[in-house]
């Protein structure tokens, strides 16, 4: 089991830009899928972005203005985000595919989560 902590976020103005990282309790190797998703008040968790060893993959919503990225020596991946909209405001959660199923849009294709961290962007 690979625990996942989540970093970053906070506070914003719409427009603004945040960096989310997201730490693993052990080495993460490139066949690893790290993916990110969120989860706004009342509502379902929803895909944001996610890494294999070779590509990117990104939300429509988020395309343009975020940015995923790895760093494996770290242990952690990292989202930027830029632009934020107050509609974006929700609790951002990483999480792992230690077999890269494929399934990097859906919840059920990762094995562990992080806590979340809070995002909060004012208008």
């Known amino acids: 089991q690979v625990q996942l902590v989540e970093s970053g976020g906070g506070l914003v103005q719409a427009g603004d830009s945040l960096r989310l990282s997201c730490t693993a309790s052990?080495?993460?190797?490139?066949?690893?899928?790290m993916g990110w998703f969120r989860q706004a008040p009342g509502k379902k968790r929803d895909f944001v972005a996610a890494?294999?060893?070779?590509?990117?993959y990104y939300a429509d919503s988020v395309k343009g203005r975020v940015t995923i990225s790895r760093d494996n020596a770290k242990r952690t991946v990292y989202l930027q985000m830029n632009s934020l909209k107050p509609e974006e405001t929700a609790v951002f959660f990483c999480?792992?595919?230690?077999?890269?199923?494929?399934?990097?849009?859906?919840?059920?294709?990762?094995?562990?989560w992080g806590e979340g961290t809070q995002v909060t962007v004012s208008s």
């Open positions: 890494i294999n060893w070779s590509d990117t």
């Open positions: 052990i080495s993460i190797y490139n066949n690893y899928a």
């Open positions: 999480a792992v595919d230690a077999h890269d199923t494929g399934r990097y849009n859906y919840t059920d294709g990762y094995g562990d």
